[in-house]
């Protein structure tokens, strides 16, 4: 309705939590999903790519291996 508001603090509380929540959760998944496509991309690179950005074969197949919710932005 229009016009209407919160008539207890708990009320408005807990609609608060609950969106925040939602919220964090889709950021976390956009996240995780981001980080799954951005260690393909990085091993679909060449070897000449890679050695302009400094890192080896073995470095990429490392970061590769690591599970989409391993975020190292995060710690």
């Known amino acids: 309705m229009k016009g209407q508001g919160c008539n207890a603090q708990v009320e408005c509380g807990s609609r608060s939590t ?3 929540f939602w919220l964090g959760a889709v950021g976390r998944l956009l996240r995780w999903y981001a980080l799954a496509r951005q260690r393909q991309q990085l091993a679909s690179l060449s070897d000449r790519a890679l050695k302009d950005v400094g890192l080896s074969r073995a470095d990429i197949y490392q ?3 690591r599970p989409f919710w391993d975020d190292p932005l995060s710690k």
């Open 18 to 20: 609950f969106r925040d």
């Open 63 to 65: 970061e590769a291996q």
